[in-house]
């Protein structure tokens, strides 16, 4: 029992739990999986389908947090992206074909990357600080989506692109099996080899890392260049969703969205030991709270402040005091002797303090 | 700068290098500055005149008070993602309670009150629950935001006499104009100035940002002063608001959306690191007053389109955060 209570991920998967099973009493068969048109539909296909962008930005940030580091700009990188995309649709003259929609998904990838690289360049070469550095992209990225777009809401109609947010293969949402899927390849590329090792260590200590053989700066580099390649990922699964680039508003406060599923998972903002089962579980505890807040029939006016009551009750949870006090509460009633706890409370309250 | 300097006396060399290193970034702000208002004068013809620098400041009244609250928390290391909510928050809850009839004067301390409750709230998660300032704030932003749609999702027009007269009083001078709103901004500023270096909590606040470790080995009261922080960053914010309303004369619920990220830019623009323990309220302002003047400049111009501003705020920021980077290279 007090693993289990203890175990990194207990919080966040009941917090999700607990939504499921408020959404289930408030809607019987909200949990039910219909086979329609040879496809799978149901609210759970239909969540899978909406963590996809939060999902994939998520991931990234993920990396970016393990090396000390945060991506402000990914929301400004998922408008530019689907600026680029629907533009460049727009203004070909064949926009069914699938070269066209190539070309337009190979070129905001390819901006994308190349605004990851960006950030990448002002932190780990001119070795501003990331909330900085990326601060900047993110109040010119909209301005530049907006240069993109001209200001106007493009819309386009694209069969072949539209394919990417509301299309379906082997029964499953394209935007979640592409999500999903890279998800899966870098937690596999991560995990099995060294990389994620020596991600931690560049977040736990960059200098010492550096001493010791990690290419910091590289590495760092790297993951803010990951970080805006799958915000622009994310932005096409969103502008392909609605089929319209909204300079303004594509993708406003996903990376507040995204920090707070990594937060929710249990990844610290202070950089270090990262999480990447917990991100994915905070990405579907966001996505299953939108869903819950429509289902139980909160009114869409209550809908920001119930949000941000769960978001404080999670964030408050999980902060280094609660859990203190809940492990040393769980801990009491096992201990035989009393100066047990007290020791073994020791290291916890100096790692406290060495934040 | 430095070339000149060996020929004087090393006792008059040291006191002028010092304040030097100290002050640079702010004086960078206000070189560039005077560059703009240079650069925008020669451009357009009435572009340095009273009429245009008053409007400057009655038009970033508000955004003047949050940057001040705003340096507060960014000295002692922290950041407030909030303020632009809390300063929705405050408008609607001015306009909602004027509108269902409660005297100017009960309802100013309610909507100033609001934001010192939310910072006191923050400062609570901040130290004693050690929720990353970020987050914690964060969550506030939310928070803050959510309120206003329960309490008025639609904008409330304030048509209250006295208070319709308290925002609309002016002050004119010559071609210069005060309203009530710079006035209140520009006692902020001076509060803001005279607590940060003439009290034990300001000198404290530097001290928390310099060195959290230190200052509470020091046995400076940390908690205390972070708490505190996050307290004035919240009342500023409802200040905002309130000055807010009293511009727009009415309350409504996405006012001030991403307001905190133009709040960071000034404080940056301004000269003060986000790391903390350095920086000044003055500098804050002038960084508003870069950004205030970026958005004229453009409206000035007429044939750009409004995203050049979003545009000229990153280069802008970029580099001064460049700047900034290599002075600090220079000095370890």
């Known amino acids: 029992m007090t693993n289990l209570l203890r175990h990194h991920l207990f919080w966040p998967v009941a917090a999700l739990v607990a939504l499921l099973v408020a959404n289930t009493v408030a809607s019987p068969g909200f949990l039910a999986i219909t086979v329609r048109d040879g496809h799978l539909f149901g609210a759970p296909i239909d969540i899978l389908r909406t963590t996809a962008p939060l999902l994939l930005v998520a991931l990234g940030m993920t990396l970016v947090i393990a090396t000390r580091g945060i991506d402000l700009s990914v929301g400004a990188v998922v408008a530019v992206s689907g600026a680029v995309a629907l533009s460049h649709i727009a203004s070909s003259p064949n926009p069914d074909s699938p070269v066209t929609v190539l070309t337009a998904i190979g070129l905001a990838l390819a901006l994308c990357l190349v605004l990851g690289v960006w950030n990448g360049f ?32 493009t819309t386009v109609n694209s069969a072949p692109f539209k394919v990417l947010g509301s299309g ?16 899966a390849v870098v937690a596999f590329v991560v995990r099995r080899t060294a990389l994620g090792m020596l991600l931690e260590a560049t977040g736990i200590n960059p200098a010492a890392s550096r001493l010791s053989g990690v290419r910091s700066k590289t590495l760092t580099w790297t993951v803010y260049a990951a970080a805006g390649l799958f915000a622009g990922l994310a932005g096409l699964l969103i502008s392909a969703d609605t089929m319209a680039a909204d300079a303004n508003n594509a993708g406003l406060f996903i990376e507040l969205d995204a920090i707070l599923a990594v937060v929710i998972g249990g990844t610290a903002l202070s950089g270090g030991k990262f999480n990447l089962s917990g991100t994915l579980v905070g990405a579907l505890v966001i996505a299953t709270l939108e869903r819950t807040v429509t289902v139980v029939g909160i009114s869409p006016l209550v809908t920001p402040l119930f949000m941000a009551l769960v978001v404080i009750a999670v964030t408050l949870l999980q902060s280094p005091r609660m859990r203190e006090r809940l492990t040393a509460a769980t801990r009491r009633p096992v201990a035989t002797t009393p100066p047990e706890p007290q020791s073994a409370a020791r290291p916890d309250s100096t790692e406290v303090k060495a934040r | 700068m430095t070339t000149s300097a060996p020929a004087r006396a090393p006792r008059a060399l040291k006191i002028p290098t010092r304040l030097d290193r100290r002050y640079l970034p702010v004086v960078g702000t206000f070189v560039v500055l005077a560059l703009m208002l240079v650069v925008g004068g020669s451009r357009y013809e009435n572009f340095v005149s009273p009429a245009v620098i008053s409007n400057l400041f009655i038009n970033n009244a508000h955004l003047i008070v949050l940057a001040v609250g705003m340096t507060f928390v960014i000295l002692t290391g922290g ?6 909510s809390v300063l929705a928050l405050s408008t609607v809850v001015t306009a909602a309670l004027l509108q269902a009839g409660w005297p100017p004067a009960v309802v100013i301390p309610l909507a100033v009150g609001a934001g010192t409750v939310i910072g006191l709230a923050h400062g609570v998660m901040v130290h004693y629950f050690q929720v990353q300032p970020f987050v914690a704030t964060l969550a506030g932003m939310f928070f803050a935001r959510g309120l206003c749609f329960v309490i008025a999702p639609e904008s409330i027009a304030i048509d209250e006499a006295s ?12 071609g210069w104009r005060m309203s009530s709103g710079v006035l209140i901004a520009l006692i902020v500023v001076g509060a803001g100035f005279l607590v940060l270096h003439f009290t034990r ?26 708490v505190l922080a996050y307290v004035v960053s919240g009342t500023c914010a409802g200040l905002g608001g309130l000055l807010f309303a009293m511009y727009s004369q009415s309350g409504y619920s996405l006012t001030g959306v991403a307001m905190e990220l133009d709040a960071i830019a000034a404080v940056v623009i301004g000269g003060t690191l986000l790391t903390g323990g350095t920086g000044f309220v003055l500098g804050s302002v002038l960084g508003v007053l870069v950004l205030g003047l970026i958005q004229t400049i ?4 007429g044939t750009l389109s409004s995203w050049w501003t979003k545009i000229v705020i990153g280069v802008l920021l970029l580099i001064f955060v460049a700047v900034q980077r290599v002075l600090s290279l220079r000095k370890t």
């Open chain 1, 122 to 153: 002002l932190v780990s070469v001119l070795g501003i600080q990331p909330i900085i550095a990326t601060l900047i992209l993110m109040t010119a990225g909209r301005g530049v989506a907006m240069l993109i777009t001209g200001g106007m809401i």
């Open chain 2, 79 to 84: 950041i407030d993602l909030s303020v632009g």
């Open chain 1, 168 to 183: 379906f293969w082997l029964g499953l949402p394209v935007a979640a099996v592409l999500a999903f899927g890279v998800f």
């Open chain 2, 298 to 301: 453009i409206t000035f111009e």
């Open chain 2, 201 to 226: 909590f300001g000198r404290t606040v530097y001290a928390v940002g310099g060195g959290e470790q230190s200052a509470l080995l020091m046995g400076l009261p940390v908690a205390r002063t972070k």
């Open chain 2, 163 to 174: 208070f319709v007269s308290l925002a609309t009083w002016v002050q004119i001078f010559g």
